[in-house]
């Protein structure tokens, strides 16, 4: 198994993916009223795919799990490039920060991030912290369910993906408990043929996770939280059910 997708909510999915598209320079792969999908590369193998899904309502809940662009260098400019997509500078009280904070098109929060050495060869997507209320904990749940290492990082534990190539998972601490709204935005991880469902199952309670039973109607894949809350999905192996 490994991790494929940001899953990202949206009241107009088309709209908001194209303005990622456009601030990542990826390539759409699902372009539809209801589902925008885009692919960000990693390796020549390896990928992560944004999805974005149409929601009735414009999200509401905290943000928990956000995107870190990579702005190094050329901060000022990225982020200006940004704002001419349609982005918007947005104070959530970061106070005097050397990052700067802007909200997309339909108003999740996201940074441009300054220069720093863990941030090498990550892409676009520097980082994608996650809210936890055990960094320690939750890292060892992510790096079994994605396949992904332990790297250097500012954050109480960060993985990336083996060819340490793409960006960060950051562990972080989270400023309070995760409430009972759906998260905005969440990561998907796909099975792979030899990959027992079940088992995966198994695997994700005896470390802490959960199964839901949202009600969303019949779903080809299965929705879980992790040991802090946080919900994903497992999705089946390609040609599955």
């Not at 990202?8 to 908001?16: K, N, Q, S, Y």
């Not at 106070?95 to 300054?114: A, R, S």
Request: negative net charge; aromatic residues 8%; hydrophobic residues 40%.
């Amino acid at each position: 198994m490994f991790l494929e997708n940001i899953g990202i909510d949206a009241t107009d999915p088309v709209r908001l993916g194209r303005f990622w598209e456009a601030a990542l320079g990826t390539t759409a792969l699902t372009v539809e009223d209801d589902v925008y999908e885009t692919r960000l590369p990693l390796t020549e193998e390896a990928y992560l795919d944004l999805c974005f899904v149409r929601v009735p309502e414009p999200p509401v809940s905290p943000v928990r799990l956000h995107v870190d662009l990579a702005g190094g260098a050329e901060q000022s400019e990225v982020a200006e490039r940004l704002r001419e997509l349609g982005a918007r500078d947005l104070d959530i009280g970061q106070g005097d920060v050397p990052w700067i904070v802007l909200g997309d098109v339909e108003g999740n929060p996201f940074c441009v991030m300054e220069h720093r050495d863990v941030y090498v060869e990550t892409g676009p997507i520097a980082a994608l912290p996650l809210d936890s209320a055990d960094p320690q904990r939750d890292a060892d749940f992510w790096s079994w369910l994605s396949g992904w290492g332990d790297a250097p990082g500012v954050a109480p534990r960060s993985l990336r993906h083996p060819s340490r190539r793409g960006p960060l998972l950051e562990l972080c601490h989270e400023s309070a408990p995760k409430g009972e709204g759906k998260n905005r935005m969440h990561l998907d991880i796909r099975l792979e043929p030899t990959d027992d469902a079940d088992e995966v199952a198994a695997g994700i309670a005896e470390r802490g996770g959960r199964e839901l039973h949202p009600d969303w109607g019949e779903l080809p894949w299965r929705v879980y939280a992790d040991p802090s809350g946080n919900e994903f999905c497992v999705l089946p192996a390609p040609g599955f059910p």
